[in-house]
């Protein structure tokens, strides 16, 4: 009896909410071009800030870039789901017969390709400004793209805690650095790394490994979360 | 065997407040129950605890014999809520909202433009969700929950903001449903006329 209903594919669901999302983001831009704004704005004004000095400059772009990054990303991250929550299609999809880690991870799917891949992607016109040579822009836009994947996905579960709370921008905040600073520091090191000639594959290799981690493992977690803080 | 829902001493908290206590019914298909009761007393905390969003303090929901607990992605994939908060997207068109609820349910969308006529929104259709008034959102609501074809229809006051059509379509949308052999569960100020049997459940 019970299998009488029929269960659409979860990865259809899965693809549908990360394509509505991103009809959203097309339809309200504002959201997607602010943390972008945001990051081009921190790292450009930097380098007037500290003066035109070669050595500085390269020494410091990476931390800087990254910082940027995070905080951009950081930025992004409030609005995850708070508007969903207010006009009640949470709750919607909280009833919903598909999985709801399914249909989380179709939202952060939505979430880095609108916030995490458009960093990627601006980068390396930023990084002029500091003067980095081509090569180390290459590895930036490398540790970028598998860092903001596993920040995207971290910051879903803060998201998904601060979700009924008003203006919670600073409790998310303090919520997700910790387990964001792995990110920052493998991610700023590695770039200044391949700066001083270094080898990188090490930096590169443990990125990679966190972000497969949490991808694996913020959708539950998240879903979890959403269920607490929707009550 | 038919599938049934039944509730059996229902008892929900909401911080130090009781709502109710030791709450019981039974729906069976073709059964409409009513919940009534002032503003505040708790019909839409107990429809979201039905709908699994609350946990009850104690007693259980089963539908088909089964904990609603233990098998919440069957109970969830038989039932359809039509909640306050209508849950659609202000941005998107009515055709986007609807196809995209479409797809997270496996159905057709064959109906849709039948539906959408029946409802009287298919002029619409290219509209954000933005620009219509309340009434006419609730009526995408409404189609919303017409599409998904489920067994167990949970509405929280259908009747806001719609006209005299508008309520007399929906006292006529859930008696077909349940003539279908369908279940309703409906908070209402209002009363009610369908050819069905209707239970009542009066909330203090």
Same mark, same amino acid.
């Given at each position: 009896m019970i299998e009488e209903f029929d269960t659409p594919g979860v990865m259809k669901a899965m693809f549908s909410v990360a394509k509505r999302d991103l009809l959203l983001a097309w339809k309200r831009p504002g959201d997607v071009l602010n943390p972008l704004f945001f990051f081009a704005m921190v790292a450009t004004l930097f380098p007037l800030a500290v003066g035109p000095s070669n050595e500085q400059l390269e020494f410091s772009g990476p931390g800087v870039l990254w910082t940027a990054a995070l905080l951009a990303t950081l930025l992004s991250l409030n609005s995850l789901f708070v508007t969903d929550f207010e006009d009640g299609s949470l709750d919607q999809m909280l009833v919903s017969s598909v999985p709801l880690p399914a249909l989380v991870l179709g939202k952060s799917i939505a979430h880095w390709l609108t916030s995490g891949l458009p960093l990627v992607l601006i980068s390396p016109i930023v990084a002029i400004t500091f003067r980095m040579p081509f090569s180390v822009t290459g590895v930036l836009m490398l540790t970028l793209l598998l860092g903001t994947v596993s920040l995207s996905m971290l910051g879903s579960i803060g998201a998904a805690l601060t979700v009924g709370l008003h203006r919670a921008t600073a409790l998310l905040s303090l919520l997700i650095l910790p387990l964001s600073m792995p990110v920052l520091i493998f991610g700023a090191r590695t770039v200044s790394l391949v700066a001083s000639g270094d080898i990188v594959a090490g930096g590169l290799y443990f990125l990679a490994a966190y972000a497969v981690l949490v991808v694996s493992l913020a959708p539950f977690a998240t879903a979890a979360a959403l269920r607490i803080s929707n009550e | 065997m038919t599938i049934k829902l039944t509730a059996n001493d229902l008892t929900l908290l909401r911080g130090e407040r009781c $709502?109710?206590?030791?709450l019981s019914f039974a729906l069976s298909p073709g059964e409409l129950l009513i919940l009534e009761g002032?503003?505040?007393?708790g019909k839409t905390s107990l429809m979201r605890a039905l709908a699994g969003l609350l946990e009850f303090e104690t007693g259980d929901v089963k539908w088909d014999g089964v904990l609603v607990r233990k098998n919440r992605q069957a109970f969830h994939g038989s039932l359809v809520w039509m909640a306050h908060?209508?849950?659609?997207?202000?941005? $998107?068109t009515l055709v986007e909202n609807l196809s995209f609820e479409a797809s997270l349910r496996?159905?057709?969308?064959?109906e849709l433009d039948d539906v959408m006529t029946r409802l009287g929104i298919s002029r619409l259709?290219? $509209?954000?969700?933005?620009? $219509?008034?309340a009434g006419q959102q609730r009526r995408v609501a409404l189609a919303r929950m017409v599409l998904a074809k489920a067994q167990l229809w949970l509405m929280d006051e259908p009747f806001t903001n719609l006209d005299r059509d508008g309520r007399t379509l929906v006292m006529k949308l859930v008696s077909e449903h349940l003539g279908r052999g369908g279940m309703c569960i409906m908070a209402a100020h209002q009363d009610v006329e369908v050819d069905a049997t209707v239970h009542k459940v009066v909330l203090q």
């Open positions: - | $709502l109710f206590k030791s002032q503003n505040g007393s908060r209508v849950g659609l997207k202000a941005d $998107l496996a159905q057709s969308s064959a259709r290219r $509209l954000p969700i933005r620009s $219509l008034s």
